[in-house]
């Protein structure tokens, strides 16, 4: 054999290796389940501030126009969102209170920053009108009307004492469970 | 303006924000026949970019052309747009 026979014959057997290993990978990939990132954007809306609810409705609103499927889970503040009047019959007093001290509607929400005690707030729903941006309201309408799925976080709404009657039509109820059934399939994933 | 194609539909969208150019186009298109052209008219500068991005999006959905004008001392942002499917 010929030392250039025997440089030849090591590459062949290099590359069947290679081959070889290659296949299994390509075996392994096909057994591991299927990673289904699908068009679909997966929200926590954890935040009761005006300011955030717009950016999370903003956010909603366009991707499920741009045609992405999308999800919004409403948890602890955030419930302030969906909310849209106050019910105290049967609450135990902590339940009461916490019913009264959280905003009711779009109408109460606060400003994360720069509020005054509702003066921000207003103030803002003033310039949104004068610039032709759409209220709060009108945005959580128009998500339902474009099929955004909205989920009330259960246990929050429990801890809060929230009942259905004071949330808004249209929510589904769920846990960690729906939000990461969906999550886990999105392709974009936020919290606010 | 040379147009190669036929606008099926017009809308205007002038004096509106964000989001709103995008979802009623979004309604819009889906009310458009399969090849129909949808001629948008809007005000808000950040439409440019976002037509954009939703043509990459979108599966059925072709950005044919953007154009800007100028009217009554404002800019008019014109998005064509073609239901592909």
Known sequence: MTVQEQTTQQSVEALLARI???EARVEALEQAPAQDI????????????????????????????????????????GLSVVRKGRAFEGKNVIQKAFGAMLPAGEQSLHLSKMDFFGAGAALMRKIMRDNNVSSLDEMVELAQELGVRMVACEMSRDLLGIRDEELIDGLESGGVATFIGD?????????? | ????????????????????????????????????????????????KDFQAWAKTAKNIELVAQEETEQDGQTLYIHYLKRTS
Do not use: H, Y
């Open chain 1, 20 to 22: 070889a290993e290659l």
């Open chain 1, 38 to 77: 699908e068009d679909r954007l997966a929200m926590v809306v954890f935040s009761g501030d005006l300011d955030k609810a717009l950016a999370a409705f903003i956010i909603a609103t366009g991707a499920a126009a741009m045609g992405l499927e999308v999800s919004m889970f409403f948890t602890f503040w």
């Open chain 1, 183 to 192: 999550a886990s399939r999105s392709k974009v994933t936020l919290f606010i």
């Open chain 2, 1 to 48: 303006m040379s147009e190669t194609f036929d606008v099926t539909q017009e809308l205007d969208v002038r004096g509106l924000n964000c989001p709103m150019p995008l979802v009623k186009s979004r309604k819009a298109v889906n009310a458009l026949p399969v090849g129909g052209v949808l001629k948008v008219v809007a005000t808000d500068r950040g439409s440019v």
